[in-house]
């Protein structure tokens, strides 16, 4: 359920010197009262997340509610406004629009979304990107450094976690068919995804390298690469995999997009369409609204 990707040894030592410092600062100054007032960012969050989709938008240091192993920061209050109107844009909203009314997001997506403002590291120096516990909860890291003018850089910390950990919800309550478990079945390595190189993964038929690890890490990652990813970038994917991974990608792909539409009448092609065309516009959208 968790993704984890490798980062250099000098942002790692720079953000665990970062985070020690911040730990022994805070502590208990980011604590909400739960008599406090609410906030306008509080408010609006009830208004476009609790209101109409019955989610959680935590963003305090309060709402880490564990992960004790990582020395972890607060999201920025402007970030997480940023990020709350982009997550709402570009996928809650993404999905309304293919699904034709909210009650899918409703019904299915995590209850909580948790932002924190540092990455989270585990012993071996992997970067956690983000973590997703019994469908309940998806917490999202490194918020302090987005850039929203890098959408790849987006897709890559928040975006394709967020589909990934949603795709294992819908399959879970619903499950694929069995012939998607046969294409890969003798390949997929666990914890050895680490060791091999993107091209590597591709050739072998793995959108990612993570997708190797496991037969569900594969499925929900063609569903996220694909939606995430215009025409160009897929077809790109494809080509780097060559004469091998290219179809069998190609055929987990088409299993993946006849799941959606029978159990779930989604167009995976209209959803990509719909994300990417709103790609497009971020840039005409007002991120810091609380309207
Ligand atoms: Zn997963």
Not at 64 to 79: A, G, H, Q
Request: a negative charge; aromatic letters at 12%.
């Amino acid at each position: 359920m968790k993704r984890l990707i490798k980062y250099t040894l000098i942002s790692l030592v720079a953000f665990l010197m970062v985070s020690c410092s911040e730990d022994s600062l805070s502590s208990t100054s980011m604590i909400k009262d739960p008599q406090v007032e609410l906030n306008d960012f509080d408010k609006w969050i009830l208004k476009r997340y609790t209101d109409v989709y019955n989610i959680d938008f935590k963003y305090r240091m309060e709402d880490i509610e564990s992960d004790m192993n990582y020395n972890l920061v607060p999201s920025e209050y402007n970030k997480s406004i940023i990020m709350s109107n982009m997550v709402k844009y570009l996928c809650l909203e993404a999905y309304d629009q293919a699904t034709g009314g909210t009650e899918f997001i409703r019904g299915y997506f995590p209850k909580i979304l948790v932002l924190i403002g540092s990455p989270a590291y585990r012993n071996n120096g992997t970067m956690v990107l983000g973590t997703a516990e019994g469908g309940r909860k998806i917490t999202l890291y490194n918020i302090n450094l987005m850039n929203m003018n890098d959408i790849e850089q987006l897709n890559d910390w928040y975006f394709r976690t967020i589909h990934h950990e949603f795709a294992h919800i819908l399959h879970q309550t619903k499950p694929y068919t069995t012939d998607f478990k046969e294409i890969s079945a003798a390949n997929y390595v666990t914890d050895s995804w680490k060791d091999k190189t993107d091209l590597q993964a591709l050739q072998e038929g793995f959108i990612s390298r993570y997708a190797s690890s496991a037969v569900d890490e594969d499925f929900v990652e063609v569903f996220s690469f694909f939606i995430t990813s215009t025409p160009e970038v897929w077809n790109g994917f494809i080509t780097d995999a060559g004469s091998t991974g290219g179809p069998i990608i190609e055929t987990k792909l088409s299993i993946v997009s006849s799941y959606l539409r029978e159990s779930w009448e989604i167009e995976i092609t209209e959803l990509r369409d719909i994300i990417t065309d709103r790609v497009d516009k971020l840039d005409e959208q007002d991120l810091t609204s609380l309207d």
